[in-house]
């Protein structure tokens, strides 16, 4: 079980930069996947991106190209940096973890694989 919390988000211009920070309680020394997360009013929980413990990430098309995940081991602390902000990425963020397992051998961005999540953190973009 990993605690996390969310930190960082708030109201921006078009055009505008925010970093968010994910502050977990530990990472596993195993395989293990860390991954941001956002929901729109009406909208389904969408999987932005994510990192493995190699470092491998991935993007959904959406951000990709704008937004940037990283990762500090040793600090326990997952960022999500996110550029040239549109009113489109208004949304509440999560970050979510899971450790891999038989039947999630990959890192995905597919929310119902994650078990851990933080609260989440409000961000607004707007025009």
């Known amino acids: 079980q990993v605690q996390l919390a969310e930190s960082g988000g708030g109201s921006v211009q078009a055009g505008g930069s925010l970093r968010l920070s994910c502050a977990a309680s530990?990472?596993?020394?195993?395989?293990?996947?860390m991954g941001w997360f956002r929901q729109s009013p009406g909208k389904e929980r969408e999987g932005i991106a994510n990192?493995?413990?190699?470092?491998?990430?991935r993007y959904a098309d959406s951000v990709k190209g704008r937004f940037t995940i990283s990762k500090d081991d040793a600090e326990n602390t997952l960022w999500l940096q996110m550029n040239n902000l549109e009113p489109e990425d208004t949304a509440i963020y999560y970050c979510?973890?899971?450790?891999?397992?038989?039947?999630?051998?990959?890192?995905?961005?597919?929310?119902?694989?994650?078990?851990?999540w933080g609260q989440g953190t409000q961000v607004t973009v707007s025009s």
């Open positions: 990192i493995d413990n190699d470092g491998h990430s």
């Open positions: 979510a973890a899971h450790d891999f397992s038989s039947t999630v051998p990959i890192c995905t961005l597919i929310s119902p694989d994650f078990t851990d």
């Open positions: 530990r990472f596993t020394s195993g395989p293990y996947c």
